[in-house]
């Protein structure tokens, strides 16, 4: 069975880097077809695609929070990291990890999700 845990810090400061791993088990990151993405709820608003990293290694990003946004991926322990520089209390969310497939018109069909992580900035 395939599963995503997103971890990470749960209180970041203003302008500093928010970093969360979203650790997958029951299937490989690098498998054909399969991109990693992340997404983000915040308060009272819908849900934000923020970027993917495919399985060849190619990433993918909003254009809204492209300058901000860093995906990795370590093949080795089979996890996807998003990096999110510069933070404010607009970046407070519940973040999410996620696979799919690309669909036609460049969006995703997502199978799995992790469980998602609360993420608060604030002083």
């Known amino acids: 069975q395939v599963q995503l845990r997103e971890s990470g810090p749960g209180l970041v400061k203003p302008s500093q880097t928010l970093s969360l791993t979203c650790t997958v088990s029951g299937a490989s ?3 054909n ?3 990693w993405s992340w997404l983000r709820q915040a308060p009272g608003k819908g849900l934000e695609w923020m970027g993917a990293i495919g399985y060849s290694g190619i990433t993918y ?3 809204s929070l492209k300058s901000r946004t860093a995906i990795s991926r370590d093949t080795t322990k089979n996890h996807v990291t ?4 510069s933070v404010t209390p607009e970046d407070t969310a519940v973040y999410y990890c996620a696979r ?11 199978d ?3 469980q998602g992580t609360q993420v608060t900035v604030s002083s």
Not at 82 to 85: E, T
Not at 100 to 110: A, I, K, M, P
């Open 112 to 114: 799995y999700w992790g």
């Open 100 to 110: 799919g497939v690309r669909v036609v018109g460049g969006s995703y069909e997502y």
């Open 29 to 31: 990151i690098t498998a």
């Open 61 to 63: 990003y909003s254009p």
């Open 82 to 85: 998003l990096q999110l520089s």
């Open 33 to 35: 077809v399969y991109y």
